[in-house]
């Protein structure tokens, strides 16, 4: 966009109008002034356009011309209210911008005074701020004989005069000369800062006030020195630009609310703790950036600006093969666990990594019955804000049909031994993952793709955003309600063989009645049915030897013809489903690929109960489209050995990282998962 001198400034009112208008919902607004030939030096000089004394004398009676500068600077610029949602450092806000064209005039280069006080009222009145109300205003201001008059009379027929104190004007090309193009980024800065540090810089090297401005008839004054502005209201400055060829800009700011403007984000404001991330091409080298970064927080300029240093370590700097991520609420903490890293090599607050070559993920894998254990999620409850509030939204939604609580079941205060009934263990292990995949949100960590094993793949197809909190959370309820009407039905047997060599024993009248009911690895299978037949089943293992199995610890035969019975009212009480496309893509373990959204209605519900669970083939799928890391969200870590042979049967290297294990300090796993995804993967929090 090119309208000369005012470019910068035309530019960033069109990015306010699209974001206003809706087109868009952010943007970045700036330009870059640099000079890489000197045909424009001869052309300015031939136009009697530049100072023949080397000084952009503004406002002074011995303006001579401009002298050109490079420079430039860019502006992210986003709705108030998305900003604030999305935890933004604030530096101010855009209270109005205007352009208008000065039109048929004297001279390509003569200021049309007419359309600059048209421009100027025009903006004011629509943003409802009065003359009065203008704590600064920024000139355009080049220094010129001609240019400065003309708009030092613009600003005061339409504000100064309806003053009742003279308006504060300057500029800044006395300070750095004209960046002609971007010479509207400069003064967009000045403001800014202004705004930040409530301080107007002086406009310099005023000698004399140019005689031809009419300071006193038109109520304006030079700002000459440093001027403090009111620390307690709100501030409003103005920044004026205009074009030779007769575009003229203009924008308003004010100063944010008090809570908005961070000018430096306390650690913990945002998340709680601050991730600290360093790296290197190897050990050694690692030990040695985490002894130079110890003693940069150890200076003064480091604990005051330790938010930016981690921001610069996690966006600005390259991630080598060799990571570490130290999560810390306080720059002393993670001074101290850096200077014990360098020590002794470890330190429970360093999590260390080493990076995948063509890593990809991560994907969420949303474990199913037999993650669950006793006290799961009891500490997370009581030290997790972000997970007592995600269980506690889970919980309000559930009342509507249970008449237990999964706030109190999580918090041990309902008894023991309730995880037997799975219409308690399934919304148990739902809430705990919904939980699980806040937290890990919280801190910055996305999925790529999400599956789920059984009953994960409710919390699965809620991640990808295919169900609703409120669907799944009723998905939950009468799947789990439905099957724990089967119970004694029947039990499971886990056996490490694959499907080829365990057919011939399915297809034998004596295991007839024995389902394949989920197929995880090529080598490893489970089967459902008659608790005697599995017993038979098993005596036939025990006899043939090299056969490993596990009967799983449940009273039900999931995925099996005893579930037969079920069917019809489950599919009736799951009616009204809505799902939608997902965000994320989802890979189904009861088709084994990647499938729409829209397709996981009750029926599909259904089949997730009754058939085989086809995670062997989902797995694949993801494999097949390059994913290599997994994040596996549940109680317990049952899903590991499935997944990692199937990157061995891919000759694929990967990481699998478990979120929570039986009998560990929750938070710290959490923290150490946390740590170890981007560390392996080698994405950004």
């Not at 991520?325 to 890293?341: D, I, M």
């Amino acid at each position: 966009m090119d309208t000369a001198c005012s470019s910068s400034m035309v530019a960033f009112h069109q990015a306010c109008r699209s974001i206003l208008s809706g087109e868009i919902d952010q943007a970045l607004t700036g330009a870059i002034s640099l000079h890489l030939h000197p045909y424009g030096f001869l052309i300015f000089s031939k136009a009697s356009m530049l100072s023949p004394s080397g000084r952009c004398r503004v406002f002074d009676d011995a303006a001579d011309g401009y002298v050109r500068s490079e420079g430039g600077g860019f502006f992210l610029l986003k709705e108030y209210h998305q900003a604030l949602a999305d935890g933004d450092q604030i530096l101010a806000i855009v209270e109005g911008s205007a352009v208008n064209t000065d039109g048929n005039k004297s001279g390509l280069t003569v200021p049309n005074m007419d359309a600059q006080i048209l421009l100027m009222q025009k903006v004011y009145q629509r943003a409802g701020i009065l003359p009065d109300d203008i704590d600064y205003l920024e000139a355009h201001g080049t220094g010129t004989a001609l240019g400065d008059p003309i708009e030092s009379q613009a600003i005061g027929e339409a504000l100064g005069k309806f003053r009742r104190s003279r308006l504060p004007i300057g500029s800044i090309k006395s300070n750095l000369g004209h960046l002609e193009t971007a010479s509207g980024v400069a003064g967009m800065a000045k403001a800014l800062l202004a705004i930040q540090h409530r301080s107007i810089p002086a406009t310099i090297g005023i000698r004399q006030l140019n005689s031809r401005i009419r300071f006193d008839e038109w109520n304006i004054e030079v700002v000459r020195e440093t001027r403090q502005l009111p620390q307690d209201k709100q501030i409003v400055l103005g920044i004026n630009s205009f074009g030779f060829g007769g575009a003229n800009a203009h924008v308003i700011l004010s100063s944010p609310p008090t809570a908005a403007a961070r000018q430096v984000p306390a650690v913990g404001r945002l998340r709680g703790k601050l991730p600290l991330r360093i790296s290197a091409r190897g050990d050694q080298a690692l030990r040695a950036a985490a002894d130079r970064f110890a003693k940069l927080l150890c200076e003064e300029d480091g604990k005051k600006n330790f938010y930016d240093l981690a921001w610069c370590a996690q966006y600005r700097s390259e991630h080598h093969s060799q990571g570490m991520l130290v999560w810390a609420e306080t720059v002393e903490e993670a001074a101290s666990a850096l200077r014990q890293f360098v020590q002794d090599g470890t330190s429970e607050a360093v999590h260390l990594g080493a990076r995948i070559e063509n890593a990809r993920g991560p994907v969420f894998v949303y474990s199913g019955n037999g993650s669950q254990w006793e006290t799961m999620g009891r500490t997370l409850m009581a030290g997790s804000p972000v997970f007592h509030r995600a269980v506690l939204e889970v919980d309000d939604l559930f009342q509507r049909y249970a008449e237990f609580s999964l706030v109190e079941e999580l918090s041990g205060n309902n008894g023991k031994n309730r995880f037997v009934h799975t219409e308690i263990a399934q919304p148990a292990l739902f809430a705990l993952q919904v939980g699980v995949t806040a937290m890990l949100r919280d801190r910055g960590l996305e999925p790529l793709a999400v599956v789920g094993h059984s009953v994960g793949e409710v919390a699965a197809a809620w991640a990808s955003g295919i169900l609703s909190l409120e669907d799944a959370v009723k998905l939950t309820f009468y799947r789990s309600f439905y099957q724990g009407q089967t119970a004694g039905s029947g039990e499971m047997l886990a056996v490490n063989l694959g499907t080829e060599e365990i057919k011939p024993f399915l297809d034998s009248a004596e295991f007839e009645q024995l389902s394949l009911s989920g197929i995880n690895s090529a080598r490893a299978v489970t089967l459902s049915g008659p608790a005697e037949v599995l017993d038979a089943f098993e005596w036939l293992l025990e006899a043939s030897g090299g056969v490993t199995y596990k009967r799983l610890d449940l009273n039900y035969a999931f995925h099996s013809s005893a579930m037969d019975g079920i069917k019809n009212p489950m599919i009736s009480s799951l009616e009204g489903l809505t799902p939608n496309l997902q965000k994320v893509p989802f890979a189904s373990t009861v088709t084994g690929n990647m499938i729409q959204g829209d397709s996981l209605d009750a029926e599909y519900w259904w089949h997730n109960v009754r058939k085989e669970v086809l995670f062997k083939s989902a797995v694949d799928t993801l494999l097949d489209e390059g994913f290599n890391t997994f994040v596996e969200i549940g109680g317990h870590p049952i899903l590991r050995g499935y997944l990692s042979e199937g990157l061995r049967n891919h000759g694929l290297k990967g990481a699998i990282v478990a979120t929570l294990k039986r009998d560990q300090d929750e938070v710290s796993q959490i923290e150490k998962a946390v740590g170890q995804s981007p560390l392996r993967v080698g994405n950004r929090l």
